[in-house]
């Protein structure tokens, strides 16, 4: 007799996990079983390293893939990124292809409600058919589901309708996927059909109009890679081939070691949110890929910025203090101790030094970038500047991992003004010389 209630208990308990099961199952039938197969799962594969989805929807130590990062929207509050793999209750395990394709080029979830644009579907709506089923392949079949719950957004009460984004997806979404230009060649079109579409490269570099809509979603549009709004702190250069303002004067070999590795040596150095599309998507795509970008980057219309002269030429080594035999000392020989230096220099040496060197040309084997010459340091607007000196450069690329500590707590905000001052005018956009 006293075994009946655990026995009752049990059987309840199977029961229960049974019915679930079935019901998991009929739930899980629905889904395009037929797009189960390998090579279109490894496509997917791929495809999903081109969109760096798991850039966004892998939170800061959490499961690939099962989302829950958050993201702060300006003036909105702070969404949480979905868990898209194919767990069935907190995952996409029940999508079918086409609510799927509804979510990334037309921003509308499964249950019909819109999607914020935090999710790049506005340049994802040029993804073509075939590649959408490749996707819904890797995520349905090739990815392992992770049961977790996506927290509640954290939006505020008075802007937490989504209806206002139909209107908006109406005036600005492209509606067509891409279309192929006969008159280029074969390499322009898939460079033009990833720059604008999967690698979203736009979301970041394109200007914003004043509803947050990108201005320009390819090179028939005013102001496309033009430079971006500042977002989370960090601001997206020009890219197109103005001479001044983009990266006209960069080479082919230049343009595509950065986008590769992230540092090219006496130019330009990838932190912040460039840091982390180049290790989750760009080092790891074939170098076809790469260099299809490449080409078109080089015919977009360049735009012309508030820059007057290229940032990465900007900057002279600094003279004014040298160290000998463990003393600072001028160059003209006066000895000198740390205070008379000015407050920028002095930071610049306790703090920086040690890597970029005292006169700011880095180490000789380039490991530790010059800050002459540096896109960063030499850009029209300090906020890049900033964020790296604030939070440092963290970037792994191939194994190999760049890393610059950030000083935010050596740093206050004098201090910091201070530093900066101190480094535009030696190495950067105030400099008098230019070379
Ligand atoms: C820049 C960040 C970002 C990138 C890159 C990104 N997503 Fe998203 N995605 C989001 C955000 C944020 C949401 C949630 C939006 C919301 O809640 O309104 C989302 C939602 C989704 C949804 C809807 C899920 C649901 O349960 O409603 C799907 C599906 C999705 N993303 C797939 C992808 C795929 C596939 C890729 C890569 C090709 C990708 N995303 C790349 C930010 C991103
Ligand atoms: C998530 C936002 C984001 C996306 C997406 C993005 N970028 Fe960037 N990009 C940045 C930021 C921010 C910088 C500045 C980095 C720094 O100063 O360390 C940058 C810098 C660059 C630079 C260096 C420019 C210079 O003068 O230093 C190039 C080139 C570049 N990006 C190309 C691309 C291409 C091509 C794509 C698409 C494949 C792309 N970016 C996608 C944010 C982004
Ligand atoms: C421990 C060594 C070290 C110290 C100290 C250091 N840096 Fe760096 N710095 C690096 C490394 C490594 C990189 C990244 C190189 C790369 O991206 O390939 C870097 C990158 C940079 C960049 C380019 C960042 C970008 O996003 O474009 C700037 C600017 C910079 N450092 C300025 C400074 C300043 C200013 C200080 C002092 C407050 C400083 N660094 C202190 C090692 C250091």
Not at 213 to 236: H, M, R, S, V
Not at 360 to 374: A, E, F, I, R
Not at 404 to 429: A, H, I, V
């Amino acid at each position: 007799m006293k075994w009946t209630l655990p026995a009752l208990f049990l059987l309840l308990f199977v029961g229960y996990t049974w019915a679930q099961e079935v019901w998991d199952h009929a739930a899980a039938e629905e889904v395009n079983r037929e797009l189960n197969k390998p090579e279109l799962i490894e496509k997917g594969r791929y495809l999903a390293v081109l969109g760096d989805c798991k850039a966004c929807h892998t939170a800061p130590g959490g499961s690939v893939f099962a989302g829950g990062r958050p993201m702060p929207i300006h003036k909105l509050g702070t969404i949480y990124t979905s868990n898209i793999t194919p767990d069935i209750h907190t995952g996409i395990g029940t999508w079918q292809l086409e609510e799927f394709e509804r979510a990334l080029r037309h921003g509308i979830g499964k249950d019909g409600r819109n999607l914020y644009p935090a999710m790049p579907y506005d340049a994802y709506a040029k993804i073509t058919d075939e590649d959408i089923r490749a996707l819904y392949a890797y995520f349905l079949f090739g990815v392992a589901p992770v049961h977790q719950a996506t927290p509640e957004n954290k939006i505020r009460r008075a802007l937490s309708a989504r209806w206002p984004l139909k209107v908006w997806n109406y005036l600005f979404v492209p509606d067509e996927p891409f279309e192929a230009d006969p008159e280029q060649s074969a390499a322009w079109n898939r460079g033009a059909y990833l720059v604008q579409g999967l690698a979203h490269c736009g979301e970041c570099h394109s200007p914003r109009g004043l509803a947050f809509q990108d201005k320009a979603y390819d090179q028939t549009e005013k102001g496309f890679l033009g430079g971006g709004p500042i977002l989370d702190g960090w601001q997206a250069y020009n890219i197109t081939p103005d001479p001044d303002s983009g990266i006209g004067l960069w080479s082919e070999e230049q343009l595509t070691q950065y986008l590769t590795t992230g540092h090219v040596n006496r130019l330009a150095q990838a932190g912040g949110p460039m840091a982390e599309v180049i290790e989750n998507s760009l080092s790891q795509m074939k170098d076809s890929d790469v260099a299809a970008m490449v080409t078109y980057l080089r015919t977009i219309p360049p735009v012309k910025g508030p820059d007057r002269a290229p940032r990465q030429k900007r900057g002279t080594p600094a003279t004014d203090v040298v160290i000998k035999r463990g003393n600072l000392i001028r160059r003209d020989a006066e000895p000198m101790n740390l205070n008379a230096a000015s407050d920028g220099a002095r930071l610049y040496l306790g703090m920086c030094a040690t890597c970029h060197g005292v006169d700011g040309t880095g180490s000789k084997d380039g490991y530790y970038p010059s800050l002459v010459h540096n896109s960063t340091v030499g850009a029209e607007s300090d906020h890049n500047l900033r964020q790296a000196i604030l939070q440092g450069v963290r970037r792994t690329v191939d194994g190999e991992e760049k890393m610059m500590p950030g000083f935010s707590r050596e740093l206050d905000q004098e201090q910091l003004q201070k530093l900066l001052g101190y480094l535009r005018r030696q190495f950067g956009t105030n400099s008098k010389n230019q070379s």
